[in-house]
């Protein structure tokens, strides 16, 4: 009589760990002659953009308020899984400083609303005078984030702000504070804060908007990245050198590199 041996199912492969998502684009989207190649074919310089790239931070928003009309034209003109950050007005961070502007920042919520799903952080930078307050950083950062559940990065400018009470008002109210290039020191060249996504803004060095960054610089910053990026997890580089358009050629150039160490980018 043959003997029936138990059936066992046949185990399963481990899972692969889902490589974190990293965003890599520019402050703003215009592409220079030169740079058509790097970009594929499409109506306008945004929709060419986004045939490259993931991730824009809009500027102009610091300036300027814009119709909806605007932000509906933006958000049709990329793919579904591309997504803006939008920089919060100078009258919120540099004319009032924080404070009692309750009804400035949710008309400019109000506005930015019409990107839709594809509004995927506000960037909060603060002026270089603007030192830490605990209660109004506190008051501020909690009122934006009852308007707002998406990520928030901040980018201060005083020293002040890299400190253990500083510290507190991220983890609290869930803010990523954005590591920058030049950074104001060892602190601010390091993102800091509990959520996703980590944010980096590489305005240029060692003149600010203008320089060109060097491969092998931009390859420690793609290794950086993805090394503080944690598998499922959101980063946002953004290259603001745009003075003389070498953003979008770093940005390029992080893509290639991110991608041969095996991080989730586009491009």
């Known amino acids: 009589m043959q003997c029936m041996r138990p059936y066992h199912e046949p185990a399963m492969p481990p899972a692969s760990p889902v490589p974190p998502r990293i ?60 997504r803006f950050s939008a920089k919060l007005p100078r009258t919120i961070t540099h004319d009032a400083r924080l404070s009692g502007v309750g009804p400035l920042l949710q008309a400019f919520l109000d506005e930015v609303g019409h990107l839709g799903d594809k509004l995927g952080c506000l960037l909060v930078q603060l002026p270089p005078s603007l030192a830490f307050d605990a209660r109004t950083a506190a008051t501020f950062f909690a009122m934006l984030r009852r308007r707002w559940h998406g990520g928030i990065a901040c980018e201060p400018r005083h020293a002040s702000w890299f400190s253990a009470r500083a510290d507190v008002v991220w983890q609290r109210h869930r803010i990523a504070r954005v590591a920058a290039d030049p950074a104001l020191n060892a602190s601010a060249a390091q993102p800091a804060g509990p959520a996703a996504p980590a944010y980096w803004r590489w305005h240029g060095a060692p003149r600010i908007y203008y320089s060109d960054y060097a491969e092998d610089t931009l390859r420690g910053l793609a290794e950086r990245v993805v090394a503080a990026t944690p598998h499922s997890d959101e980063a946002w580089v953004i290259f603001d050198n745009t003075a003389l358009g070498h953003a979008l050629d770093n940005a390029a150039t992080l893509q290639a590199q991110l991608h041969a160490l095996g991080a989730g980018t586009t491009g």
Do not use: K, M
């Open 23 to 82: 965003r890599v684009g520019c402050a703003g989207w215009s592409i220079a002659s030169a740079q058509r190649a790097l970009v594929g074919d499409g109506a306008s310089q945004l929709a060419r953009y986004a045939t490259r790239f993931d991730a824009v931070e809009i500027n102009s928003t610091f300036y300027r308020a814009h119709r909806a009309s605007t932000y509906q034209r933006w958000a049709d003109s990329v793919p579904a899984d591309f």
